[in-house]
């Protein structure tokens, strides 16, 4: 009789990683909700996942940043220069993304397709 195949073993972090990125989204959207008048949750839950999504992405060269500095000589003009750097790429890294994800979902669904669906209704 064969054994069924075990969990991966980082399963459990990743899950963590999911948890942790699905809270900071439930704490946040009604945040967003309240702050700007008519629109919907499910407006409101697309941003979030847009916006926590594009910072999920940076965090993965911060942390290579992080691990980097850290391996190497401990002086203060490499610290420096490093976060510096860091601190550049990741202000015009995130916006980037966060637009590139917001257009990308406009291109998936075109406004004369969701016209187009509106006016069968009526």
């Keep these: 009789m064969s054994r069924p195949k075990s969990w991966p073993p980082n ?11 699905v809270l900071l ?10 702050d700007v008048p008519n ?10 996942f847009v916006y926590w999504s ?14 980097r500095l ?6 203060w003009k490499r610290y420096v220069i490093g976060l510096l750097l860091g601190a550049v790429g990741v202000s015009l890294l995130q916006p980037l993304i966060d637009e590139r994800c917001v257009s990308g979902a406009g291109r998936a669904r ?13």
């Design 110 to 122: 075109p406004e004369g397709a969701r016209r187009t669906v509106a006016c069968k209704r009526g």
């Design 11 to 21: 399963l459990l972090v990743w899950l963590r990683y999911i948890g942790i990125w």
């Design 39 to 48: 629109q919907t949750w499910s407006s409101v839950f697309w941003k979030e």
């Design 25 to 34: 989204m439930i704490v946040c959207a009604p945040q967003l909700y309240w």
């Design 54 to 67: 594009s910072w999920g992405m940076v965090s993965l060269p911060v942390f290579w940043l992080c691990r």
């Design 70 to 75: 850290y391996e190497g000589p401990r002086t």
